[in-house]
């Protein structure tokens, strides 16, 4: 059973950048699928980005390609969200979540594909 937690969240002012870090702890298996996903206040959870655990292979939602950056630290098991050029409407809280992808055509945008999720870590940026 995987495990995971995310830390790094914090009040920022536009412009600036953030990194969210979500540790993975149990077993991870090599078609794991590793994401992040964020909720605003008063709207739907939305995919952020998503990386697979074994090809290191990369999604990102159109809101964020160019400015976030996923990535998976090699001396430990975790993924991080580098977070750039930060916008208020970035401001949600943000959930790391994993799931199994049998094959990369699949889609990873929706929360279907995940079964276990983190305690999700408020990101604020103020303008």
């Known amino acids: 059973q995987v495990q995971l937690v995310e830390s790094g969240g914090g009040f920022v002012q536009a412009g600036t950048s953030l990194r969210l870090s979500c540790t993975v702890s149990?077993?991870?298996?090599?078609?794991?699928?590793l994401g992040w996903f964020r909720q605003a206040p008063g709207k739907e959870r939305e995919f952020v980005a998503a990386?697979?655990?074994?090809?290191?292979?990369?999604w990102y939602d159109e809101s964020v390609k160019g400015r976030f950056t996923i990535s998976k630290e090699n001396d430990k098991t975790a993924i991080d969200l580098q977070m750039d050029r930060l916008k208020p409407e970035d401001t949600a809280v943000y959930y790391c979540?994993?799931?199994?992808?049998?094959?990369?055509?699949?889609?990873?945008?929706?929360?279907?594909?995940?079964?276990?999720w983190g305690q999700g870590t408020q990101v604020t940026v103020s303008s």
């Open positions: 979540a994993a799931g199994y992808l049998a094959r990369e055509t699949m889609n990873v945008r929706t929360m279907e594909r995940y079964d276990t």
């Open positions: 149990g077993f991870v298996y090599t078609k794991h699928l």
């Open positions: 990386i697979t655990w074994t090809t290191g292979t990369t």
